[in-house]
């Protein structure tokens, strides 16, 4: 099975930043738009922030304006860059194609915790 890796997660602090990465080796990574989701606990998963194939981006209004997620076509990488950390953002982050054909695919995301 094709699987994406998610990583760069950690212990973040309030106000703080982290970036977290996706490696898609495996895939024509150039043809797909992409995407950041997280689940927190309890919680049902959400859309965090999508790519294009031309880099047009688009963000949940939760983290507008904190979140920038970025694309390397060369190295086949996604990036979410996370700024002014809030305790809300703990969650495992994710990273998939938005194409439907990726809809049940979900890979080890990543393990992000704000907390003082």
């Known amino acids: 099975q094709v699987q994406l890796v998610e990583s760069g997660g950690g212990l973040g602090q309030p106000g703080g930043s982290l970036r977290l990465s996706c490696s898609a080796s495996p895939i024509s990574f150039s043809l797909f738009g992409m995407a950041w989701y997280r689940q927190a606990p309890g919680k049902e998963r959400e859309l965090v922030a999508s790519i294009t194939t031309d880099s047009t981006t688009s963000y949940a209004d939760s983290v507008k304006g904190r979140f920038t997620i970025s694309r390397d076509n060369a190295n086949k990488m996604l990036y979410l860059q996370m700024s002014n950390l809030k305790p809300e953002d703990t969650a495992v982050y994710y990273c998939?194609?938005?194409?439907?054909?990726?809809?049940?695919?979900w890979g080890q995301g990543t393990q992000v915790t704000v907390s003082l």
């Open positions: 998939k194609p938005t194409a439907t054909s990726w809809t049940s695919y």
